[in-house]
């Protein structure tokens, strides 16, 4: 079976119907009924429950769940996939024991309204809310980011209701039944991978902040800076010489190893230098150092110096 585009996924979305998406095969190796939580009704709560199968759940926003004042359920996540649950939610008026279907649409569109507050819903209850990572599926190749981006990209709430798609004997769905699954129910199916690839064709997510020039012990440089739009970190380029696209060009990828390139450390175990680096791009006379930066840089240069320590003491 052909897998729809996610042009067209998108396009469903838009229109408050629900999709399919599934993950990689090394992964959770599932598929998830997915559909805009601003569009969700009490028959759409009612057909993921009675044909999805699985926990319905409300993808939000990290900004969203902070608005919502919305608490992890715990405060260190041991789960296989790390998957972000809150703690569970019911809508603070307009409904009953909270378990029907029409009272589980009326939490998600609750949550989701647009001036939607911590004193819209009350803890706990029927709808599991789940926290997507800053940045979608770019960042985790999760259904839960999966539903966001989706949303986010029909022009919609940026969050989602979705639900596992289980067998009628209760095991999970893989490839060839959710094909059955979505010609039988005539709904359109695409992979999360698919999802990735169309944004990073579609969205810029480096923006160009700085540029130097750059003169030291080795040599002259253009140094620029980029911010990364997804997790905001800041990479650098060492450039020298004119670039030119069609030419061969010698490229140096340097992750920083801070007790070298900062301290000169001199240590046989440390990698290849920078300094190495920009001796080789001078001589060559044109090239570039492309050198990205890790959101856990400190904690990286703690752990640097505690193997150096191991190893001042004999220790592998």
Same mark, same amino acid.
């Given at each position: 079976m052909q897998l729809n585009s996610i042009e067209d996924i998108i396009d469903d979305i838009r229109q408050g119907k629900m999709v399919i998406l599934m993950d990689d095969e090394d992964r959770e190796n599932e598929g998830d009924l997915i559909m805009a939580a601003s569009m969700v009704r009490a028959v759409d709560i009612n057909f *993921?429950?009675?044909?999805?199968?699985?926990?319905?759940?409300? @993808?939000?926003?990290?900004?969203?769940c902070e608005r919502l004042n919305l608490p992890l359920m715990v405060n260190k996540n041991s789960?296989?996939? =790390? @998957?972000?649950?809150?703690? $569970?939610? !019911?809508?603070?008026? =307009?409904?009953?024991? =909270?378990? $029907?279907?029409?009272?589980?649409?009326?939490?998600? &569109?609750?949550?989701?309204?647009?001036?939607?507050?911590?004193?819209?819903?009350? &803890?706990? /209850? %029927?709808?599991?809310?789940i926290m997507a990572q800053p940045g979608g599926v770019l960042t985790r190749a999760g259904h839960t980011e999966a539903g966001c981006d989706l949303a986010r990209l029909a022009g919609l709430e940026p969050a989602a209701v979705i639900v596992e798609i289980l067998?009628?004997?209760? $095991? *999970? +769905?893989?490839?060839?039944?959710? !094909? +059955?699954f979505a010609q039988e129910f005539g709904i359109k199916i695409g992979t999360i991978a698919d999802l990735i690839d169309y944004r990073l064709r579609k969205e810029r997510n480096l923006e160009r902040v700085a540029e130097c020039g *750059?003169?030291? %012990?080795? /040599?002259?440089?253009?140094?620029? +800076?980029?911010?990364?739009?997804?997790?905001n970190l800041v990479h650098?380029?060492?450039?020298? /010489?004119?670039?030119?696209e069609k030419e061969p060009t010698l490229v140096r990828v340097h992750m920083p190893h801070y007790l070298n390139d900062v301290?000169? *450390?001199?240590?046989?175990?440390?990698?290849?230098?920078l300094e190495d680096a920009m001796r080789h791009i001078e001589q060559e006379g044109k090239g570039v150092i492309v050198m990205l930066n890790k959101a856990d840089a400190q904690e990286e240069v703690v752990t640097q110096i505690i193997e150096c320590q191991k190893q001042d003491q004999g220790n592998p």
């Open positions: *993921m429950a009675r044909y999805g199968r699985g926990l319905i759940c409300l @993808t939000l926003t990290k900004d969203r789960a296989a996939y =790390g @998957t972000n649950f809150t703690l $569970s939610i !019911e809508a603070a008026k =307009g409904v009953t024991t =909270g378990i $029907s279907a029409a009272d589980r649409a009326t939490t998600v &569109q609750a949550a989701v309204a647009p001036d939607a507050s911590e004193n819209d819903i009350v &803890q706990p /209850g %029927h709808i599991f809310p067998n009628e004997d209760g $095991s *999970m +769905a893989r490839r060839p039944e959710l !094909e +059955a *750059m003169k030291n %012990h080795i /040599g002259e440089f253009r140094l620029i +800076a980029y911010r990364d739009l997804i997790n650098f380029a060492l450039v020298k /010489g004119d670039i030119k301290l000169g *450390m001199k240590r046989s175990d440390t990698g290849w230098p």
